[in-house]
């Protein structure tokens, strides 16, 4: 199914919601796993689809190879979602991102830093590509 940037823009503000108010319940300096774990509830709370730990596969000459890449979460079929819990957003974690995007043809990820005082302003960041810039507006 096609998506638009409408619907992309839609989902984006509920995944953001839901990392809102884990990270308002919350609170910062937890481990990433745990808020894992509670941003998974907070989607099936709000009837949200979503892939936990989803393998992003990796093909190499033609050939599947088999390996340990993993992101977080792929929302919906459409949205990478990436969770830290660190002192710093480093351009690795771009990267990475990028790459599990690329790689399951998402256009939009979504990094999610837990480690901060205001998760809205400090802690969210948002990566598009060229699947992106392709989708019609509605």
């Given amino acids: 199914m096609e998506h638009s940037k409408e619907y992309i823009k839609d ?11 884990v990270h308002k319940e919350l609170g910062p300096g937890l481990l990433e796993k745990v808020y894992q774990y509670c941003m998974a509830e907070e989607f099936r709370y709000k009837g949200i689809k979503f892939e936990e ?11 599947k190879i088999e390996n340990k890449l993993r992101c977080d ?8 979602v990436e969770l830290k819990s660190v002192s ?29 005082l205001n998760l809205y302003q400090q802690g969210q960041k948002t990566l598009v590509n ?8 509605s």
């Fill in 11 to 21: 989902l984006t503000y509920k995944i953001n919601g839901c990392a809102i108010y």
């Fill in 53 to 63: 730990e989803k393998v992003v596969p990796f093909i190499f000459r033609g050939k």
């Fill in 73 to 80: 979460f792929f929302v919906e079929d459409v949205i990478v």
């Fill in 88 to 116: 710093e957003l480093l351009p690795i974690f771009d990267a990475q991102i990028m790459t599990y995007m690329k790689l399951l043809q998402s256009p939009l990820g979504i990094i999610l830093n837990f480690n901060v």
């Fill in 130 to 137: 060229e699947w992106y810039r392709k989708l019609p507006d």
